[in-house]
């Protein structure tokens, strides 16, 4: 159930809607949320984890404009990942360049870098 793996931090400087969307998408690249599961409603989800209807709403609305999910009026909003695999390498790889020159700021080397990736598509595995 998605409830389960949401672990929301309130503390963070990171949007709540955004922790929410990333939860979601890292629910899916673990598989404990499949292509197909329908995901809760706005308004019950935003219920069980106890956060604003709105904030919900805007994770929903970024994961469908993203690709992972599309809304059906019958079952809400269903994952579906229909991002083909260069649109997600071309995004991967502006975040990572972003992420990458941070670490180089704080002397992270490229074997830390290899390191840190191999440790987590391990997580996904």
Known sequence: ???????????????????LTNQIIMGIASQRIRTGDPLPSVRQLASTIGINMHTVNKAYALLRQEGYIQMDRRKGAVVSVDMDRLKALE???????????????????????????????????
């Open 1 to 19: 159930m998605l409830v389960e793996i949401i672990e929301l931090d309130f503390n963070s400087d990171e949007a709540i809607y955004m922790q």
């Open 91 to 125: 995004r991967l790889q502006e975040e990572l360049r972003v992420s990458i020159a941070r670490g180089l700021c704080k002397n992270v080397t490229r074997e830390d870098v290899h390191s840190l990736v191999d440790s987590i598509y391990d997580d996904y595995e």
